[in-house]
């Protein structure tokens, strides 16, 4: 079973940010946060993880509270191709088994 | 750079046959994996491989076999198709150093009848 908790849906007006939320209730110390997206049935594509600090890349931003009991995905500029079911996960580091839960759907609204 | 491929995309079965669903990548990674997705649920990992010549087990591995005798594949057996095995299967891959950085291939359907 997921480890982590997340909202089954939110919706987001195109153009605004997307700011989905993520409980890590058990995480451990040495466990990274990983988030990925699948849209509509295609295999998941990995967005982005950390482990205490913030990080950003092209395809989003992870703010990580200062506990590590939760954290936030935030795409600045949702689009319409933005709309997919996110899922955050924790894991070890050099591990390779992630246990994906059942996500939140996103949906971006014209 | 094809990625990860997985063929067939799509796959009906009749209850008792066995097949095989072929993944191959051409990034030279060391990792790779096989997850099943049902309906409305998350992904669940069947088996994975660290290497080649080395597989494990992951948390749904019963009904299905691996092997991993080149890097570039990792076909995944069903040897007896049952009607609780179709599900949409995904395969993955990752370098060893980039652990839960994961490419998924686009999937393939399997309906057993």
């Known amino acids: 079973d997921a480890k982590t908790t997340q909202p089954p849906s939110m919706d987001c007006a195109e153009g605004r940010a997307a700011n989905l939320p993520c409980n890590h209730s058990?995480?451990?110390?040495?466990?990274?946060v990983y988030w990925y997206r699948q849209i509509h049935s295609q295999g998941p594509q990995y967005i982005i993880h950390?482990?205490?600090n913030n990080e950003t890349n092209e395809m989003a931003s992870l703010i990580i509270t200062e506990d590590r009991k939760s954290s936030t995905l935030i795409l600045p500029h949702a689009t319409l191709r933005d709309t997919a079911v996110y899922y955050c996960?924790?894991?070890?580091?050099?591990?390779?088994?992630?246990?994906f839960g059942k996500g939140t759907k996103l949906s971006v609204i014209p | 750079n094809a990625g990860v491929t997985q063929t067939p995309k799509f796959q009906v079965l009749k209850t008792g046959q066995s097949m095989t669903l072929q993944c191959a990548q051409d990034?030279?990674?060391?990792?790779m994996s096989w997850y099943r997705q049902d309906p409305g649920m998350g992904l669940r990992l069947i088996h994975y491989?660290?290497?080649?010549?080395?597989?494990d087990q992951g948390e749904v591995p019963n009904g299905y076999n691996v092997s991993r005798s080149t890097t570039e594949d990792f076909p995944l057996r069903l040897l007896s198709a049952a009607p609780s095995q179709t599900s949409v299967y995904f395969c993955?891959?990752?370098?060893?150093?980039?652990?839960?950085?994961?490419?998924f291939g686009e999937g393939s359907r399997l309906t057993v009848l």
């Open positions: 993955a891959s990752t370098f060893r150093e980039k652990a839960g950085e994961l490419f």
């Open positions: 058990t995480i451990s110390g040495n466990e990274y």
């Open positions: 950390g482990l205490k």
């Open positions: 996960i924790d894991s070890g580091a050099g591990s390779y088994q992630l246990t």
């Open positions: 990034m030279n990674h060391e990792y």
């Open positions: 491989s660290v290497g080649a010549g080395i597989t």
